[in-house]
């Protein structure tokens, strides 16, 4: 037994953007087999585009979670999505329904998936990933408690879901100890020091954004880097050191390229004490170098920039790992708790809307991906099931002039502090022409 909407035609094909080999994406429309009583049928809605996928599709076979068999047998693309459940096979009608908003956490870590224990979708396989109008949830996603349900309004919060579980894993899996005791004390210190290098990037932003409002624990200063200053004067509209004195942690901004003495002016804002909790956003030898430098007795550096080099390397203090108890730490994706853990903060008002720059369709993810390094902004986010060039918020008001739709999304985003929202998903999503 299958349940399915009775709204919605049968869904036989999808369009999708697969992986063939290194630098080789294609957008194609091709049939969908009928589900399995164990698998589920979902339609896409939204899809933010990830680093990581640009480095599966310039990597090819050569990521670690892309198969072998690509050429042959070539995985969907992108893994920050959300969408709306079709139908549901025998197996799952007691947890899900058609028309149920979803999110998926893509790090499954299930050993039977086509590349074993690093098997995801938007990696991985075949019929799943969020650059697709319609995809097949296969059984190892709910069988890990992997398919989550979104209560939330809107789509692309969920698709931020998974960025934002990133940022979360971070920060719980940083750990410090007590002189005297080899039990890991796990998290960031509450009322610590916590500088995030290199940091407003979207994860940077993220990050900045969780650290403001998160209930448990918070840094008493919070420092972010960066050498670019429209990125720190965009980061300090958004989220404010305003703001993050409401919530009780003291917030600067530092471009470090304006410091005669980076270091010092980092370890003056701490008297000179150090950091106990220091966040590597970019994967550059120096920046890791300088969280390095800068760490407090006992303090936890956490590379958070996976690098596309396998050899990449920087020097660290190996003295201070000894005598000052220093640590160093590297996260990759969330966890599921983490996913619900950020599902849970935007259910409660936490709006990721500032991390989005650019929108476009299903048309524009190939050149996006393969060119995403050199595209300025942050957050690129697609709908799948429309024909739109990719488009900054900021160029709303110029496309306007000659484009209704374009015209209408900049007086949307106008009233929303010049961010992405709900208001103007709804209005894209009614009005923006079809792939």
């Known amino acids: 037994m299958i349940q399915s909407t009775p709204l919605c035609k049968k869904i036989t094909k999808t369009k999708a953007v697969r992986l063939y080999g290194k630098n080789d994406l294609r957008l194609e429309e091709f049939e969908l087999p009928a589900i399995a009583d164990d698998e589920i049928l979902a339609k896409v809605v939204s899809d933010s585009i990830c680093m990581s996928s640009y480095k599966a599709a310039t990597q090819g076979t050569a990521h670690k979670r892309v198969p072998n068999d690509a050429s042959e047998n070539p995985p969907i693309v992108g893994h920050e999505f959300a969408g709306e459940l079709v139908e549901v096979g025998a197996k799952w009608t007691n947890q899900f329904q058609a028309g149920q ?8 870590n299930y050993e039977e998936g086509p590349v074993g224990i690093l098997s995801a979708p938007g990696y991985s396989y075949k019929f799943i990933g969020g650059n697709a109008t319609y995809v097949i949830i296969p059984r190892e996603v709910m069988e890990q408690n992997c398919l ?24 719980h899996a940083n750990y410090h100890t007590k002189q005297g005791s080899y039990v890991h004390q796990m998290e960031i210190v509450d009322g610590g020091n916590m500088a995030i290098l290199a940091g407003v990037g979207p994860m940077g932003l993220a990050a900045i954004n969780y650290t403001i409002h998160r209930e448990d624990r918070k840094p008493k200063r919070l420092v972010v880097t960066d050498i670019d200053d429209s990125r720190l004067q965009r980061a300090a509209q958004l989220y ?43 994967p550059v030898a120096p920046v890791i170098e300088q969280a390095d430098s800068i760490l407090a007795f006992d303090g936890c550096l956490n590379f958070f920039a996976g690098p596309a080099d396998p050899e990449f390397k920087a020097s660290l203090n190996f003295y201070n790992v000894h005598y000052q108890f220093t640590h160093i730490v590297g996260t990759s994706g969330g966890n599921t708790d983490d996913m619900l853990e950020a599902l849970d903060y935007m259910a409660k008002g936490l709006d990721p809307a500032g ?23 942050g957050k690129k986010l697609v709908y799948t099931h429309i024909d739109l060039p990719l488009t900054s918020l900021s160029e709303f008001a110029e496309k306007g002039k000659s484009d209704p739709l374009f015209a209408t999304l900049h007086e949307i985003t106008n009233r929303h502090n010049g961010l992405w929202s709900v208001e103007a998903e709804d209005f894209l999503l009614a009005n923006a022409p079809s792939i």
């Open 148 to 171: 989550l349900a979104y209560n939330g309004e809107g789509f692309y919060p969920a698709s931020l879901a998974e960025p934002l579980s990133c940022v979360i894993g971070a920060m």
């Open 240 to 282: 404010s050191p305003e703001l993050a004195a409401k919530n009780g942690i003291e917030l600067h901004y530092i471009n470090t390229m304006e410091c005669e003495d980076a270091k010092a002016t980092l370890m003056g804002l701490t008297d000179n004490k150090g950091y106990n909790d220091v966040f590597v956003y970019a």
């Open 355 to 377: 991390l989005v720059t650019h929108i476009g369709g299903l048309n524009t993810v190939i050149d996006t991906t393969l060119n995403l390094p050199k595209i300025p902004g």
């Open 101 to 108: 908003k979803f999110s998926i956490q893509p790090a499954l």
